[in-house]
Nanobody, 123 residues
Framework: QVHLVEFGGGSVQAGGSLRLSCVAS????????MAWFRQAPGAGREGVAA???????NYAHSVKGRFTISKDNAMNTLYLQMNSLKPEDTAMYYC?????????????????WGQGTQVTVSS
């Protein structure tokens, strides 16, 4: 079992920055990919960015060039640096981890999920 806890959410004005962190614990040795997803009220869960154990990354078109996903070498901590934030980035952000090595932004590809951290961007 893997336990994920997100940190770093909050409220910021448009154009500002936030850095999210996700700490993984438990049996992390079999994790080969991690990702960030988000869900706005009334919307489905959307893949934001993913990274695999070798450092390959994938980003949603809506965040490319503004967000950066990174991890520590052991895949125990995942980060999401969010710059130039927009009101449409407002959502609950979830950390996810998967056994398979993948960077596809589909929820079904990931096996473990955190409880989420709220990001609110005001105009």
């Amino acid at each position: 079992q893997v336990h994920l806890v997100e940190f770093g959410g909050g409220s910021v004005q448009a154009g500002g920055s936030l850095r999210l962190s996700c700490v993984a614990s438990g049996f992390t040795a079999n994790m080969h990919s991690m990702a960030w997803f988000r869900q706005a009220p009334g919307a489905g869960r959307e893949g934001v960015a993913a990274i695999d154990i070798d450092g390959s990354t994938n980003y949603a078109h809506s965040v490319k060039g503004r967000f950066t996903i990174s991890k520590d070498n052991a895949m125990n901590t995942l980060y999401l640096q969010m710059n130039s934030l927009k009101p449409e980035d407002t959502a609950m952000y979830y950390c996810a981890a998967g056994v398979d090595r993948t960077v596809i932004l589909e929820a079904v590809a990931f096996d473990y999920w955190g409880q989420g951290t709220q990001v609110t961007v005001s105009s």
